[in-house]
Structures are given as structure tokens and as C-alpha cells.
Nanobody, 123 residues
């Protein structure tokens, strides 16, 4: 059974940092793109970042230069380092695995999802 479990969320002051982790189990995902999405209350889930098996990454404009996505294929892990956090980054963050090796921007292109972890940035 495939399972993605996020960790590392919490409460942080504006300007602070958090590192989210996503542990994948049930199969190996080294050949698939992995991503992070977030969802603000009452809004659609939105793309944050994605990384291909090669390590190539792509980011939403709103987090570019502040967030860094990475992966460790040997451990089936994905990470999101979040620096210079802003109150508008407050959301539930989800890790996801794509259907293919491509890094897509829409939630529908991702097959597996974690349960989400809350990130709250206070001003």
C-alpha cells in the first residue's frame, strides 16, 4: 500500500524557516516526479514546487528564491526547505507523486498524496 507522510510543519514567525519532509513507502518513486502543493482555507490546492527524478526543479513564482525542493531517492524522501516565510505562506502543505517523470503544475497530474501538514506563519 502506497503511503506518503509529511512532517515538519508548525508555527513560525515571519522571516523564519521550516523544513518539510515527506516519507514515501509502498513502492519506489525514484522514476517519478514529486511535488509540493498547499491549500489555503476556502481555496483550491495550489502548486508550490516540483522535482523530476533528475533533480531538475520548478517553483511557483510566489515562492521562488525562498523555497527549495529536494529529494533523496535512496531513502524515498522528498523535502521542502522554506526560508523567509511570510504570513501568506500559511496553509496546509501536501506532498505528492506524479503519474510520470514530468513535473506538472496541476493537482490532477499527481497520483499519490500525503495527508497534509499545517504551516502557520505569524506576523
Amino acid at each position: 500500500q502506497v503511503q506518503l507522510v509529511e512532517s515538519g510543519g508548525g508555527l513560525v514567525q515571519a522571516g523564519g524557516s521550516l523544513r518539510l519532509s515527506c516519507a514515501a513507502s509502498g513502492r519506489t518513486f525514484s522514476s517519478y516526479a514529486m511535488g509540493w502543493f498547499r491549500q489555503h482555507p476556502g481555496k483550491e490546492r495550489e502548486f508550490v514546487a516540483a522535482i523530476r527524478p533528475s533533480g531538475d526543479s520548478t517553483y511557483a513564482d510566489s515562492v521562488k528564491g525562498r523555497f527549495t525542493i529536494s529529494r533523496d531517492n535512496s531513502k524515498n524522501m522528498e523535502y521542502l526547505q522554506m526560508n523567509s516565510l511570510k504570513p501568506e505562506d500559511t496553509a496546509v502543505y501536501y506532498c505528492a507523486v506524479s503519474w510520470t517523470s514530468m513535473a506538472y503544475y496541476t493537482a490532477a497530474e499527481y497520483r499519490y498524496w500525503g495527508q497534509g501538514t499545517q504551516v502557520t506563519v505569524s506576523s
